[in-house]
């Protein structure tokens, strides 16, 4: 699976954006999906992630009721809305593919995801 992220750029704290990946490949409806980001000078944290098909999520602490993820799987694109952004949001943000079930709860471990797209940046000014 190869992954492209996008839309990525400058927003003003309290502001929103819409990542998008785009996954190549035509097994994209069995991975869960991640979003991870990193910031500088930090390590890469998880973001949020979302089951193969679509039904369950899972959010960091950090954004939790701010962000969502989602995917459509027609068009092999999994999205992160960003609403009430916060300079501490800004990071480069990564998507990633994991082969493992739902069940086997890897969906916010680094390591549990095999295939990674190039990141995107985000800024939030305050």
Do not use: H
């Not at 679509?54 to 809305?81: E, H």
């Not at 593919?97 to 000014?125: E, I, K, M």
């Amino acid at each position: 699976v190869q992954l492209q992220a996008s839309g990525g750029g400058l927003v003003q704290a309290g502001g929103s954006l819409r990542l998008s990946c785009a996954a190549s490949g035509r097994t994209f409806s069995n991975y869960v999906m991640g979003w991870f980001r990193q910031a500088p000078g930090k390590e890469r944290e998880f973001v949020a992630a979302i089951s193969a098909g679509g039904s369950l999520t899972y959010y960091a602490d950090s954004v939790k009721g701010r962000f969502t993820i989602s995917r459509d799987n027609a068009r092999n694109t999994v999205y992160l809305q960003m609403n009430s952004m916060k300079p501490e949001d800004t990071a480069v943000y990564y998507c990633a593919a994991n082969p493992s079930p739902w069940y086997a709860r890897q969906y916010n471990l680094q390591n549990g995801y095999d295939y990674w797209g190039q990141g995107t940046q985000v800024t939030v000014s305050s």
